[in-house]
Every structure is written in C-alpha cells, then in structure tokens.
C-alpha cells in the first residue's frame, strides 16, 4: 500500500501517507457513514474519499483505484477535501514517515 502511496505521490509522499493515516489508519474498507457530501453520504477507502467524487463508491475499496482517484482529487483541489489535513491531524503521522 506504502509503495502504490509513493508511486502516485512521488512529490508529497510523506504527507500523503499522514493524510491515508489519520483518515483510515491504512484500512483498505474504512467507510464512514457520518460525513455528508452535497446529497449523498459516506467516505470510503484508504483515502476517505467522499460519495461525491465518485458515482460506485464500492470502487473505493480497492486501494489502487483509491489512490489514483485521491491524486485526481489532490491535482484538482491540494489537500483541502481532507479533513485530516484541514484540521491538522495528519501532522502526527508525518515524523513517522521520514
């Protein structure tokens, strides 16, 4: 998972791998049902990526496609869909990366 993580991020892996952290703990079926998105509810995944981005969010359980759809999202947006980074938590997984 850490190496498909690095080959999407190459420029901002170590923030990338906090972000997957803090949001899911690296757990490829992670969902939570509490966070609503414009009409629908749910974020899944490695990335916690919410139901908006994504028509099948069953798709969203296989790491691979939920990190490619994050760096989609990422290139389009930065890190500002994460909560996890807007609110900071990531930072505590950050020296665990270096």
């Known amino acids: 998972m850490e190496k498909l993580i690095r080959k999407y991020f190459p420029d901002d892996y170590a923030t990338a791998l906090a972000v997957a952290k803090a949001e899911s703990g690296l757990r490829p079926n992670a969902t939570n049902w509490k966070d609503?998105?414009?009409?629908?509810?749910?974020?899944?995944g490695i990335f916690q990526i919410g139901c908006l981005h994504?028509?099948?969010?069953q798709v969203l359980y296989d790491?691979?496609?939920?990190?490619?759809?994050?760096r989609q999202i990422y290139?389009?947006?930065?890190?500002?869909?994460?909560?996890a980074y807007t609110d900071g938590s990531y930072k505590k997984y950050l020296a665990q990366n270096n």
Do not use: L, M
Request: net charge negative; aromatic share 14%; glycine share 14%.
């Open 36 to 44: 609503s998105h414009r009409g629908c509810t749910g974020s899944f």
């Open 54 to 57: 994504e028509v099948d969010p």
């Open 63 to 70: 790491v691979e496609y939920n990190i490619k759809r994050a």
């Open 75 to 83: 290139d389009s947006d930065g890190w500002q869909p994460w909560g």
